[in-house]
């Protein structure tokens, strides 16, 4: 037992340091290199060791089989910059003619924006946020042009449409691809507010004036809230959303204003507690540069003693790959108390029974969730 917490240790030591300082990935032994890209690929930063890498014109200094996998990640990465961006034109010749905001989210968001979490990250699907007075609508042209409403089961499509802040995903006939419709960030029976009407007088529009972006203190907002309440029991919180959120923190960071206007935007959109923890973990694993007053400012959200305690203890469990060979049950039940924990804050509790039962008879009757292309992509890395 030791053993294992020892080599799981080393697997997770290796990926953060490799995140903190690639420069230091020339002088790893080759056998250290197995087991980081075996994890890096895990945690779905393959592409940005690469781009690190690159960035520093290190490539040529590390082991020709460490460096052939990060370049095929990074191949993967660029065709499927080049199906979202085309996604996205496509998008916006569909919707022609239909006057409305359309913001984008997430890593569609940073690749158009041309923003640093952009960097050497796999792109999944094209997440979009319209008012939900003009879903129907929307919806209806799509499906006119070409996309298609997902097979999935009917308790799903119903849960969509009546509890949650966005519609079942569209997918296009020919090319594959995904499009994820969002009215609020968070589902409406969420404890925390969720009025999207901020968000959209505060977006920023992009070169092409019909798409937009959430504002800076916005975005690092949703990328937290997307990290700590849309979590999965067998995947767990992401790395990568962290890292994105790293990126927007140093980015956006230097901008005159930035840091004094988070907190109170945290605390207007009611998003406080996960920008609490995400800002203390950001800065516990990566360093993250946050002004020494932020922090002291968010005490006022931040949970009780035991609760703090806890959740610091499961976020890092639930948050870090483990090592290939040793699962662990411990990180497994972090994943699953986390994911309770996202949809106890999603809906109320008699909801939350409900729901939970009928996912788990579902998933006793075999049920598959839908597979998008950039999860096959990720297994062909």
């Given at each position: 037992?030791?053993?294992?917490a020892?080599?799981?240790?080393r697997a997770?030591?290796?990926?953060?340091e490799?995140?903190?300082?690639?420069?230091?990935l020339?002088g790893?032994?080759?056998?250290?290199?197995?087991?980081?890209l075996?994890?890096?690929?895990?945690?779905r930063?393959?592409?940005?060791?690469?781009?690190d890498?690159?960035?520093?014109?290190?490539l040529?200094?590390?082991p020709?089989r460490?460096?052939a996998?990060?370049?095929?990640?990074?191949?993967?990465?660029?065709?499927?910059?080049?199906?979202?961006?085309?996604?996205?034109?496509?998008?916006?010749?569909?919707?022609?003619g239909?006057?409305?905001p359309?913001?984008?989210?997430k890593?569609?968001?940073?690749?158009l924006a041309?923003?640093?979490?952009a960097?050497?990250?796999?792109?999944?699907?094209?997440?979009?946020?319209?008012?939900e007075e003009r879903i129907g609508?929307?919806e209806?042209?799509?499906?006119?042009r070409?996309?298609?409403?997902?097979?999935?089961?009917?308790?799903?499509d119903?849960?969509?449409?009546?509890?949650?802040?966005e519609?079942?995903?569209?997918?296009?006939?020919e090319?594959g691809?995904?499009?994820?419709?969002?009215?609020?960030?968070?589902?409406k029976?969420?404890h925390l507010?969720?009025?999207?009407?901020?968000?959209?007088a505060?977006?920023?529009?992009?070169?092409?004036?019909?798409?937009?972006?959430?504002?800076?203190?916005?975005?690092?907002?949703h990328?937290?809230?997307?990290?700590?309440?849309e979590?999965?029991?067998?995947?767990?919180?992401?790395l990568?959303d962290?890292?994105?959120?790293?990126d927007?923190l140093?980015?956006?960071?230097?901008?005159?204003?930035?840091?004094a206007?988070?907190?109170?935007?945290?605390?207007?959109?009611?998003f406080e507690?996960?920008?609490f923890?995400?800002?203390?973990?950001?800065?516990r694993?990566?360093?993250?540069?946050i002004p020494?007053d932020?922090?002291?400012?968010?005490e006022?959200a931040a949970p009780s003693?035991p609760?703090r305690?806890?959740?610091?203890?499961?976020?890092?469990?639930?948050?870090?790959?483990?090592?290939?060979?040793?699962?662990?049950?411990?990180?497994?039940?972090?994943?699953?108390?986390i994911?309770?924990?996202?949809h106890?804050?999603?809906?109320?509790?008699?909801?939350?029974?409900?729901h939970l039962s009928?996912?788990?008879?579902?998933?006793?009757?075999?049920?598959?969730?839908?597979?998008?292309l950039?999860?096959?992509?990720?297994?062909?890395?």
């Amino acid at each position: 037992m030791a053993k294992v917490a020892s080599e799981t240790m080393r697997a997770q030591r290796l990926l953060l340091e490799a995140l903190v300082a690639p420069e230091k990935l020339p002088g790893l032994p080759p056998a250290d290199w197995e087991l980081l890209l075996r994890v890096a690929r895990r945690a779905r930063v393959l592409g940005r060791l690469e781009s690190d890498l690159a960035q520093a014109g290190l490539l040529g200094d590390i082991p020709p089989r460490a460096a052939a996998h990060l370049r095929a990640a990074r191949n993967v990465i660029e065709h499927r910059k080049t199906l979202i961006s085309w996604e996205v034109n496509r998008l916006l010749w569909a919707l022609k003619g239909i006057d409305v905001p359309l913001i984008l989210l997430k890593g569609t968001a940073y690749l158009l924006a041309e923003l640093p979490p952009a960097r050497g990250r796999i792109f999944a699907d094209v997440d979009l946020l319209v008012p939900e007075e003009r879903i129907g609508e929307i919806e209806e042209r799509l499906v006119e042009r070409g996309w298609f409403k997902t097979q999935i089961d009917p308790y799903d499509d119903r849960y969509y449409r009546v509890w949650m802040h966005e519609i079942p995903p569209l997918r296009h006939q020919e090319r594959g691809t995904e499009i994820d419709i969002h009215h609020r960030l968070l589902p409406k029976t969420s404890h925390l507010k969720s009025d999207p009407a901020p968000l959209f007088a505060a977006s920023r529009p992009l070169a092409d004036p019909r798409l937009r972006v959430l504002a800076p203190a916005d975005m690092v907002l949703h990328a937290l809230v997307h990290l700590f309440l849309e979590g999965d029991p067998d995947e767990g919180l992401r790395l990568r959303d962290l890292v994105d959120v790293h990126d927007l923190l140093c980015h956006h960071g230097q901008e005159p204003g930035f840091w004094a206007d988070l907190g109170p935007r945290a605390r207007a959109l009611g998003f406080e507690r996960p920008l609490f923890y995400g800002l203390h973990h950001a800065q516990r694993l990566f360093g993250t540069p946050i002004p020494p007053d932020v922090l002291p400012g968010l005490e006022d959200a931040a949970p009780s003693w035991p609760i703090r305690e806890l959740m610091n203890r499961l976020i890092p469990l639930a948050l870090l790959p483990g090592h290939p060979d040793h699962p662990s049950r411990w990180a497994a039940a972090a994943r699953w108390l986390i994911y309770v924990r996202a949809h106890w804050l999603r809906m109320p509790l008699g909801l939350l029974a409900k729901h939970l039962s009928q996912k788990a008879w579902l998933r006793f009757r075999g049920y598959r969730k839908r597979v998008d292309l950039a999860q096959l992509d990720l297994k062909q890395q």
